[in-house]
C-alpha cells in the first residue's frame, strides 16, 4: 500500500469514527457528576492560583490603547 492510499485509508476511518467519537463525546458530557468534575479539576486550579501571577486588570486598558495606536 503506498503513501496515498494510506492517507485515503486514514482518512476513511477517522471520517466513519467522527460521528461515533461526537456521540461518545456528549454522551459523556451529559452523564459527567458536577461535583466530581470539580474535585477532578480543583487541583489544576489550586496550582494555576500558586503558580501564575496575580492579574491587577482584565487586559482591556491594554486592548484598547493598541486599537488606539492601529487607527
Same mark, same amino acid.
Given at each position: 500500500?503506498?503513501?496515498? &492510499?494510506?492517507? &485515503?485509508?486514514?482518512?476513511?476511518?477517522?471520517?466513519?469514527?467522527?460521528?461515533?467519537?461526537?456521540?461518545?463525546?456528549?454522551? &459523556?458530557?451529559?452523564? !459527567?457528576?458536577?461535583?466530581?468534575?470539580?474535585?477532578?479539576?480543583?487541583? *489544576?486550579? &489550586?496550582?494555576?492560583?500558586? !503558580?501564575?501571577?496575580?492579574?491587577?486588570?482584565?487586559?482591556?486598558?491594554?486592548?484598547? *490603547?493598541?486599537? !488606539?495606536?492601529?487607527?
Amino acid at each position: 500500500m503506498d503513501e496515498r &492510499e494510506l492517507r &485515503e485509508r486514514w482518512s476513511a476511518t477517522w471520517a466513519a469514527a467522527g460521528p461515533e467519537l461526537e456521540a461518545i463525546k456528549w454522551r &459523556e458530557m451529559v452523564e !459527567a457528576d458536577p461535583a466530581e468534575t470539580l474535585r477532578l479539576l480543583a487541583p *489544576a486550579f &489550586e496550582y494555576a492560583l500558586r !503558580a501564575l501571577p496575580v492579574r491587577t486588570t482584565s487586559g482591556m486598558v491594554e486592548m484598547q *490603547a493598541l486599537f !488606539a495606536k492601529l487607527r
